[in-house]
T-cell receptor
Framework: EPEVTQTPSHQVTQMGQEVILRCVPI?????FYWYRQILGQKVEFLVS????????KSEIFDDQFSVERPDGSNFTLKIRSTKLEDSAMYFC????????????FGPGTRLLVL | AQKITQTQPGMFVQEKEAVTLDCTYD???????LFWYKQPSSGEMIFLIY??????QNATEGRYSLNFQKARKSANLVISASQLGDSAMYFC???????????????FGKGTHLIIQP
């Protein structure tokens, strides 16, 4: 069964460094999302992406975040200058078109900012 | 106000018993979708079941069913014949509107930690 994959599974970085999280969507999926989950808390929506542009973003998704699909396969989330509070699990999710399309989540990248 | 409320932070259930996980939601949009995801200790998010606001029937997927009470704005997950492998966090989530467009980030509840005891 096709699935969403994410790399790396874990990343440790120093505060102020840039990180890029990568996601490979399910092949026929057209809508892409990033979510984060701070340890022990609920999952929070960051951004949705369709047709090579952002469809919606939350208040969390400020200027330090960016997304792109540079090569038509990978979908990336860049955090320009990481802060301690960016430490979280980051999930990519993707879905097909259609009004009943379900978002399928990748396994997540656990980011630790020191 | 919380969009999704899960009032049970934790539940202990005996194996083979049925379990109901509560979820209430708040929206003024007539078109919305409700989802349940399972998060085992390994951390991944596993889709379980979906209910659209216009669906006439309650959704079912194997041992999972959704008790959708629209007037009460509740979407409780029912797991029949619970198994040890059902032990996990369970999250209720909502998409509004449920229109198929790209602006459909899910709003999640805080989750219920379900532990199945042998």
């Amino acid at each position: 069964e096709p699935e969403v994959t994410q790399t790396p599974s874990h990343q440790v970085t120093q505060m102020g460094q840039e990180v890029i999280l990568r996601c490979v969507p399910i092949s026929n999926h057209l809508y892409f999302y990033w979510y984060r989950q701070i340890l022990g808390q609920k999952v929070e929506f960051l951004v949705s992406f369709y047709n090579n542009e952002i469809s919606e973003k939350s208040e969390i998704f400020d200027d330090q975040f960016s997304v792109e699909r540079p090569d038509g396969s990978n979908f990336t989330l860049k955090i320009r200058s990481t802060k301690l509070e960016d430490s979280a699990m980051y999930f990519c999710a993707t879905r097909t078109s259609g009004i009943r399309g379900t978002q399928y989540f990748g396994p997540g990248t656990r980011l630790l900012v020191l | 106000a919380q969009k999704i409320t899960q009032t049970q932070p934790g539940m202990f259930v005996q194996e083979k018993e049925a379990v109901t996980l509560d979820c209430t939601y708040d929206t003024s949009d007539p078109s919305y979708g409700l989802f349940w995801y399972k998060q085992p200790s390994s951390g991944e998010m596993i889709f379980l079941i979906y209910q659209g606001s216009y669906d006439q029937q309650n959704a079912t997927e194997g041992r999972y069913s959704l008790n959708f009470q629209k007037a009460r704005k509740s979407a409780n997950l029912v797991i029949s014949a619970s198994q040890l492998g059902d032990s996990a966090m369970y999250f209720c989530a909502m998409r509004e509107p449920d229109s198929g467009g790209g602006a459909d980030g899910l709003t999640f509840g805080k989750g219920t930690h379900l532990i199945i005891q042998p």
